[in-house]
C-alpha cells in the first residue's frame, strides 16, 4: 500500500531533550516536506526537499533540522525541543513539485497521520 | 506575501444540501490549489488539484473552480452527506518557488 508513515504518532518529552521525528514513503517520490498545524494558525510548512541531499527552508524553520541521505526518509530533529514547539506535525511527499506539477502526469501531496508532540 | 483565506471557519448543513466553500488568495503568481479533507487526528486528503490554466475539476460529487485573476477558487459539493464532515482545508503552490501555503480551513457539520 502506497503511504507515508510517521513514528511516533504520540510523544512527550522535556525542554532540550534531542528527538527526531521519522518519515518514510513508499512511492518512491522525489519531493517530501514537513509541516505543523496549530490552532489558529493553520498549516505551516518548516521544510521540505525536492530530491536526496537538497533541503530548503519553510515559513518556519527555526529550531528545525532535516536530512534527506536517501529517497525514502526524510526525518524532522528537534536538537534542543521548547514548549512552543508543541504542535502537530505532519510529513507530505509528491512525485514532483511547483512548476513540475504544470505538467500532466502530477500528483497531489500525500501526508502522514501526523505526529502529536507535546515539549513539557 | 502569500496569504489564503477560507470562509467560513465552520459551516453547519443538514443532509442532502449542495454547499460552496471559498478559498482566497493574494498573490495570483500560483503553479496550482489543490483542495484537501482533514478528519479529526487524521492527516490531509488530497481532493482535488487545479493547475493555475485550468479552470475547474470534478470528483464525483465535489467540484472545485479556480480564477487566478480574481484570486478565488471554490468548492461545490453536491447532495452532502453526513460523512462529508470534516475540516476541508484548500492550498496554493506559490510561483518561482515549492513553497506551499495553506488557508486556515472551514469545518464542515453535515447533519442527519
Known amino acids: 500500500e502506497a503511504q507515508v508513515t510517521q513514528n511516533p504518532r504520540y510523544l512527550i518529552t522535556v525542554t532540550g531533550k534531542k528527538l527526531t521525528v521519522t518519515c518514510s514513503q513508499n512511492?518512491?517520490?522525489?519531493?517530501m516536506s514537513w509541516y505543523r498545524q496549530d490552532p489558529g494558525l493553520g498549516l505551516r510548512q518548516i521544510y521540505y526537499s525536492m530530491n536526496v541531499e537538497v533541503t530548503d527552508k519553510g515559513d518556519v524553520p527555526e529550531g528545525y533540522k532535516v536530512s534527506r541521505k536517501e529517497k525514502r526518509n526524510f526525518p524532522l530533529i528537534l536538537e534542543s525541543p521548547s514548549p512552543n514547539q508543541t504542535s502537530l506535525y505532519f510529513c507530505?511527499?509528491?512525485?514532483?513539485?511547483?512548476?513540475?506539477?504544470?505538467?500532466?502526469?502530477?500528483?497531489?501531496?500525500?501526508f502522514g497521520n501526523g505526529t502529536r508532540l507535546t515539549v513539557t | 506575501k502569500q496569504e489564503v483565506t477560507q470562509i467560513p471557519a465552520a459551516l453547519s448543513v443538514p443532509e442532502g444540501e449542495n454547499l460552496v466553500l471559498n478559498c482566497s488568495f493574494t498573490d495570483s503568481a500560483i503553479y496550482n490549489l489543490q483542495w484537501f479533507r482533514q478528519d479529526p487526528g487524521k492527516g490531509l486528503t488530497s481532493l482535488l488539484l487545479?493547475?493555475?490554466?485550468?479552470r475547474e475539476q470534478t470528483s464525483g460529487r465535489l467540484n472545485a473552480s479556480l480564477d487566478k485573476s480574481s484570486g478565488r477558487s471554490t468548492l461545490y459539493i453536491a447532495a452532502s452527506q453526513p460523512g462529508d464532515s470534516a475540516t476541508y482545508l484548500c492550498a496554493v503552490t506559490q510561483g518561482g518557488s515549492e513553497k506551499l501555503v495553506f488557508g486556515k480551513g472551514t469545518k464542515l457539520t453535515v447533519n442527519p
Open positions: 512511492m518512491n517520490h522525489e519531493y
Open positions: 507530505a511527499s509528491s512525485p514532483q513539485v511547483g512548476a513540475r506539477l504544470y505538467y500532466p502526469n502530477n500528483s497531489p501531496l500525500h
Open positions: 487545479i493547475q493555475s490554466s485550468q
